[in-house]
C-alpha cells in the first residue's frame, strides 16, 4: 500500500472487537487518532472495553462507538455500516475478526456447524458485502483484513468445524483480493491475517504465546508492504516451520500421500525428516 489508511480522521470497524486481538486493532487504531466503531455480540464486554479504546481515541484526536451487533445477521451488518457512516463517516479500515470456537469433529452437532459457519464465514462475507462496495465508491486508500487461521491452511485433525470454517475464509478472502485488484479505480486491497498461537479471550498467557499486540503489529507492518497473506509465527512455531507444514500439506496432493498425512503413522517419520 502506497499511503497509510492507520491515520487520523480515518474510521475503522472492527468485529469481535470486545477481547484479544480485535480489541488491541481497536486500540491500536485509536492511538493513530483514527474514529472506530467496536463491534461484537457480546454487550457487557463491549462496555467493558470501550471507555479504554475511547479514552486512546480522544488522546489522538478521534472518536469511539460500539455497537451490539451479529456478524451472521446480514441485515444487522448492513444496518452496522449506516450507522458509522452516519456517526463516524467513510470507512477506511474494516477487519473481519469476528470468531466462535464451538463445534467439534466430522460427526459434531449440526447446529455448532451452523452457529460456526454463521459466526466464522457469513460473518466476513456479510462484512464485506455491507462495507466494501462503499469503500470502492469513495475512491480513497482502504482495506480489509480478514482474519484466517492456520488451522484453515493445514487441517490439524480435531476441530473440524473450525477448519472448515477457517478455509473458507481463506479461499474467499484470496477471491475477493483477486476480485479488487481487477476493479477499475478501486483502490481498496484485502488481505488475510493468519495468527499464530495467541493468549485471546480470558485465557491466561502462556510462555510461547504472542499477545495479541504483537499480531496486530506484525499485521500493521504487513499491511505497509501491501503483504496479502500476513502469516505470523509465535514463540514456538518459527516462520520455517510455518512455511515447512504449508508445503508439506500441499504435498499430500501433489505427491498423492494420504489425506493428513503428516499425522499418518506411514508418513510420521519422513515429515520429521523433512522438517529437520
Known amino acids: 500500500m502506497n499511503e497509510s489508511i492507520f491515520k487520523p480522521g480515518a474510521t475503522a470497524v472492527i468485529t469481535g472487537a470486545a477481547m484479544g486481538i480485535g480489541l488491541a486493532a481497536a486500540t491500536r487504531c485509536a492511538e493513530a487518532g483514527m474514529n472506530v466503531c467496536l463491534a461484537d455480540v457480546d454487550g457487557a464486554e463491549l462496555d467493558a472495553v470501550q471507555d479504554r479504546v475511547a479514552r486512546a481515541a480522544q488522546a489522538a484526536g478521534g472518536e469511539v462507538m460500539s455497537t451490539v451487533t451479529d456478524v451472521g445477521d446480514g441485515a444487522a451488518m448492513d444496518a452496522l455500516r449506516e450507522m458509522v457512516e452516519r456517526r463516524l463517516g467513510p470507512v477506511g479500515f474494516l477487519m473481519n475478526n469476528a470468531v466462535t470456537r464451538v463445534g467439534g469433529g466430522v460427526w459434531g452437532d ?10 466464522n464465514f457469513w460473518g466476513v462475507v456479510n462484512g464485506v458485502r455491507s462495507f466494501v462496495p462503499a469503500m470502492i465508491e469513495g475512491g480513497t486508500a482502504g482495506a480489509v483484513v480478514n482474519v484466517g487461521s492456520k488451522q484453515g491452511i493445514t487441517n490439524p485433525p480435531g476441530n473440524t468445524v473450525y477448519n472448515v470454517t477457517k478455509a473458507a475464509v481463506k479461499h474467499y478472502t484470496e477471491a475477493l483480493a483477486h476480485e479488487l485488484r481487477n476493479t477499475e479505480n478501486c483502490r481498496v486491497t484485502a488481505h488475510l491475517l493468519v495468527p499464530g498461537w495467541t493468549t485471546t479471550g480470558k485465557k491466561e498467557h502462556k510462555p510461547g504465546a504472542w499477545l495479541p499486540e504483537q499480531v496486530v503489529e506484525r499485521m500493521i ?3 505497509g508492504r501491501g503483504d496479502f497473506y500476513i502469516v505470523c509465527p509465535d514463540g514456538e512455531v518459527s516462520e520455517e516451520m510455518d512455511r515447512q507444514r504449508i508445503r508439506w500439506a500441499a504435498g499430500d496432493i501433489t ?7 503428516r499425522w499418518h503413522p506411514d508418513f510420521k517419520e519422513a515429515f520429521e525428516t523433512d522438517a529437520g
Do not use: I
Open 110 to 119: 449440526p447446529d455448532d456447524w451452523r452457529r460456526a459457519m454463521d459466526v
Open 221 to 223: 507492518d504487513a499491511l
Open 255 to 261: 505427491e498423492n500421500r494420504p489425506a493428513l498425512s
